[in-house]
């Protein structure tokens, strides 16, 4: 009796594992206006093109047992895009982050470029003290962390935002 009721628990058990590791497809489909790189277990490097174009979805089989952490190691541009994960259809979407639009009054005298800790691309600014605009301006944080650099040399900065547009003073 007991070397049945082993038996029935190892079987189960071995029924339980194999159930555990059947393969899924797992769905990855970019929203975004970029182009996305995935690091994902068991399928390495997944390029995924901006939404509309051919290749924004792909599938991949993955296991079972696997959470979404295990599933996806890694994803560029991290500050730009955002993924979220719908456990019941095990599919990844990937989204724009909300951006800002940047303008820039540069009180120095001094050309120089403006950084946001990688939340945007670098802007470089001119030496005119009249409010500088570019719609192509964008950070993707409501919390930036703007630097201003001329040369080896940081300048003072201080922002305002008003809606969905930063202002950011560089100099006194």
């Known amino acids: 009796m007991k070397k049945l009721l082993g038996l029935a628990i190892f079987v189960a058990g071995l029924f339980v594992s194999c159930t555990l ?56 541009p991290n500050r730009r895009v955002f993924f979220r994960y719908t456990n019941s259809s095990l599919a990844f979407e990937f989204f724009d982050l909300p951006s800002f639009q940047v303008n820039i009054l540069n009180l120095t005298g001094q050309e120089g470029v403006l950084t946001a800790d990688e939340w945007m691309d670098e802007i470089s600014f001119t030496n005119s003290s009249t409010e500088q605009t570019n719609a192509a301006w964008l950070v993707y944080t409501s919390r930036p962390r703007f630097t201003a650099r001329s040369g080896d040399f940081l300048l003072p900065v201080l922002w305002d935002r008003v809606g969905d547009i930063f202002t950011v003073t560089i100099g006194n």
């Open 21 to 76: 590791n059947y393969p899924n497809n797992t769905v990855l489909t970019n929203h975004s206006s970029r182009e996305v790189t995935v690091n994902f277990t068991g399928a390495g490097e997944i390029i995924l093109a901006p939404s509309g174009y051919p290749y924004s979805t792909r599938t991949v089989t993955t296991l079972g047992n696997m959470n979404p952490g295990e599933r996806m190691q890694s994803f560029s």
